[in-house]
């Protein structure tokens, strides 16, 4: 941990947005990865053609991108609301009561 903060190319790369997001939602990832080869394949694997390689590129490229959405998508719709019911269900077992959270801004207090 003593490196974590150190501003190297290794943590700049790790904390790229994309990345970040991937790790968020991989354990929807891991979970629904099968779905999206099963949307975007049909057929047999044909012979090894210049054509059939950029099939297969391009495929695995929409496979990928689907996949994530899926799992995004999941990850929005049930991940975070089924933990959030979770914790309130827990909270009220255990008698914890939560600071509320703090008002997001809607406009800029200058404005009236």
């Given at each position: 941990m003593i490196g974590a903060t150190s501003p190297t190319a290794t943590n700049r790369l790790l904390a790229h947005p994309v990345l970040l997001h991937i790790g968020m939602v991989s354990y929807s990832l891991y979970l629904f990865h099968f779905v999206a080869p099963a949307l975007g394949f049909s057929g047999k694997l044909p012979t090894v053609t210049e054509a059939s390689v950029l099939f297969s590129i391009i495929n695995f490229v929409l496979c990928t991108f689907m996949a994530v959405m899926l799992a995004t998508g999941i990850y929005y719709l049930v991940e975070v609301p089924g933990r959030r019911a979770i914790r309130r269900?827990?909270?009220?077992?255990?008698?914890?009561?939560?600071?509320?959270?703090?008002?997001?801004?809607?406009?800029?207090?200058?404005?009236?």
């Open positions: 269900v827990g909270d009220e077992w255990l008698g914890i009561q939560r600071a509320p959270k703090p008002e997001v801004l809607t406009k800029l207090p200058l404005e009236s």
